[in-house]
Nanobody
Framework: QLQLVESGGGLVQPGGSLRLSCALS????????IAWFRQAPGKQREGVSC??????????ADSVKGRFTMSMSRDGAKSTVYLQMNNLKPEDTAVYFC??????????????????????WGQGTQVSVSS
């Protein structure tokens, strides 16, 4: 059974950095999509970044382009997905989730509603940006 556990959240001042991690256990998929989503209080969940095993590029939401970088390390059934967040802004405050879907896709999107396609979710980690 695939399980996802996020970590790395916290309180940071504007302009600061955080690196989120998503540890995947029982991850044996050959074809998949992985994404980071976030949800601020009173707002809908939104896509932050995603990539697929079959594609070559990572997709980012316009609001985080140039500031956030998504990456992945894989060692057998133990894998970790990262989200490096630089130049953080108060509007980045949210609970951040990683998610996985089993699929053969050449690309992914972070458009509204894209979260509905994902089957496996972590519990989330809180990121707060405030002075």
């Amino acid at each position: 059974q695939l399980q996802l556990v996020e970590s790395g959240g916290g309180l940071v001042q504007p302009g600061g950095s955080l690196r989120l991690s998503c540890a995947l256990s029982g991850f044996t998929l050959d074809y998949y999509g992985i994404a980071w989503f976030r949800q601020a209080p009173g707002k809908q969940r939104e896509g932050v970044s995603c990539f697929t095993s079959s594609g070559g590029d990572t997709t980012y939401a316009d609001s985080v382009k140039g500031r956030f970088t998504m990456s992945m390390s894989r060692d057998g059934a133990k894998s970790t997905v990262y989200l490096q967040m630089n130049n953080l802004k108060p509007e980045d405050t949210a609970v951040y989730f990683c998610a996985v879907k089993e699929a053969y896709l050449l690309f992914c999107t972070v458009n509204r509603g894209s979260d509905r396609a994902y089957d496996f979710w972590g519990q989330g980690t809180q990121v707060s940006v405030s002075s």
